[in-house]
């Protein structure tokens, strides 16, 4: 499959916009447009709830576009594993189980991304 490693510049291009697309829709959906996005709406000021819509629409937008990369994805990073461990871990060991395979998911998508920066087409440098 050697044949695919031509392509890697591109697939981590779209595995980084995708991401980013995704993680900004989560902070929409508690912020924004819970009705049009099937959310549960948070109300400002500063709880746990409202901190992590806002890191999760700026950290997704930053994501996305490529600026200032590696501190956003690391941010989301954290995010997302004290959102499991808050949130999933109580319900058991196992994240499928639980409910906090997307959590977990998206915590280590964010790790790779902010170990590799913004690659091709990002607006910052890597």
């Known amino acids: 499959m050697k044949f695919l490693a031509a392509w890697e510049a591109n697939a981590y291009f779209l595995l980084r916009i995708v ?6 829709c989560h902070g929409l959906q508690k912020l924004f447009l819970p009705a049009l996005l099937h959310g549960h ?3 400002p000021g500063f709880d746990r709830f409202f901190i992590g819509a ?4 700026v950290a997704g937008v930053l994501i996305f576009i490529g600026l200032f990369t590696r501190i ?4 989301a990073c954290g995010e997302m594993a004290v959102g499991y461990f808050m949130m999933h871990a109580k319900g058991g060991f196992f994240p499928i ?4 395979e997307l959590a977990v998911i998206y915590c280590f998508v ?3 991304i902010a170990c590799r ?3 091709r087409l990002g607006l910052g440098r890597s």
């Not at 991401?19 to 900004?24: H, P, V």
């Not at 956003?72 to 941010?75: K, Y």
């Not at 189980?97 to 906090?100: D, M, T």
Request: no cysteine; aromatic share 18%; proline share 0%.
């Open 97 to 100: 189980v639980n409910g906090g």
């Open 117 to 119: 920066g913004a690659g």
């Open 110 to 112: 964010a790790l790779y």
């Open 19 to 24: 991401f980013g697309f995704l993680f900004m």
């Open 41 to 43: 709406q948070v109300s």
């Open 54 to 57: 806002v890191i999760e629409l």
């Open 72 to 75: 956003a994805a690391f941010i």
